[in-house]
């Protein structure tokens, strides 16, 4: 587990940079797929169709976002300093003294102007990259070039950290269920590796208006209670993967979340109710699709999501891999 995850933790992909993503998951999702395709956005859509005497196939669309946050140089000062805005969700409190790649493999370190009060936190803008350049011409990046936050994967017993588990594991938890599929399977599967949700959930609202799913389940993050002083919220990280009944984007089908702890529990698979007061998935847009279909989200829970330290429970994605492979192996009734 820990050697695929780390391969895709550790790659590069801002939202609008996913390339790197796509070339790591395409091979791996190939051999159990029976076509693999990407759309002019850039997501990649690995379809895997209903054996012939499936009775009654539904369009299925599984959605997880290869993207993360991260950071777009915007102006470069006269002594080679990089200005930059957000890609996402991006907090202050998270950037000093940190560390920015390119795509190129240029690393940049994160400083900031004086702080008049120290216990103050600056605006982005008062942040710039510093890769090592002395004037604006021997910059090595340039403005519109882009970065994500550098942090090495690392496991600590079941807790697994890195900068970008969302969404990376959800990548993850969807190519591992599509590998322990059946080969003959009862519906009609699209397995969508997202471009730039964390900008708005905009590559798989293009991915479901195409495809135009019956049922639509994302696979992403999402925030825990169980640390010092958090909102309260009744998710653990360890407690097992989280079913989705509310995000402040989205209300998930009752049908489905009754479908999926349905099977959490005839499978022995432990399991928790999510409801998330802030955020969304990319299931918003797939519910919305077209005529609309029926949508959920198995999340993840996470520490400390949009930080370079986003960290999980291997336990909780063995779990999810596990309810995603016995929700789409069966019949769907909803
Ligand atoms: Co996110
Ligand atoms: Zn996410």
Avoid: W
């Avoid at 379809?47 to 959605?63: C, G, I, S």
Wanted: charged content about 25%; hydrophobic content about 40%.
């Amino acid at each position: 587990m820990n050697e695929l995850l780390q391969t895709l933790v550790e790659a590069y992909g801002p939202s609008g940079f996913e390339d790197g993503l796509r070339d790591i998951i395409r091979p791996l999702v190939e051999p159990h797929a029976d076509e693999v395709t990407v759309d002019a956005m850039g997501n990649l859509i690995a379809h895997k169709r209903p054996a012939t005497d499936a009775a009654n196939p539904l369009k299925v669309m599984v959605a997880a976002h290869m993207d993360e946050i991260g950071v777009m140089v915007s102006h470069i000062t006269e002594k080679g300093f990089a200005r930059f805005t957000n890609i996402g969700g991006v907090t202050p409190h998270t950037l000093l003294g940190g560390r920015v790649r390119f795509a190129d493999g240029t690393v940049g370190v994160i400083g900031a102007d004086r702080f008049e009060e120290r216990s103050s936190v600056h605006p982005l803008n008062k942040y710039y990259i510093d890769v090592g350049a002395t004037s604006r011409e021997d910059c090595p990046v340039r403005v519109g070039d882009a970065a994500h936050f550098d942090r090495p994967f690392v496991a600590r017993g079941n807790h697994l950290t890195a900068k970008s588990m969302d969404d990376r594991i959800g990548c993850y938890v969807a190519i591992e269920a599509l590998r322990r599929l059946p080969e003959h399977v009862a519906h009609d599967l699209y397995f969508v590796f997202s471009v730039q949700e964390e900008v708005g959930t905009r590559g798989a609202e293009a991915a479901a208006n195409r495809i135009l799913p019956d049922v639509g389940i994302a696979l992403d993050v999402t925030l825990t209670g169980d640390v010092p002083e958090s909102r309260p919220m009744d998710v653990r990280l360890g407690d097992g993967p989280a079913i989705k009944a509310k995000d402040s984007g989205m209300i998930a089908h009752s049908g489905l979340v009754r479908l999926m702890r349905q099977r959490a529990e005839e499978a022995g698979i432990a399991y928790q109710v999510e409801v998330l007061e802030g955020g969304t998935t990319d299931a918003r847009p797939i519910q919305l699709a077209g005529p609309g279909s029926a949508a959920g989200c198995i999340s993840i829970p996470c520490r400390y999501v949009h930080t370079p330290s986003e960290t999980v429970d291997a336990r909780d994605v063995e779990g999810a891999v596990q309810l995603l492979a016995a929700v789409l192996s069966g019949e769907i009734d909803l």
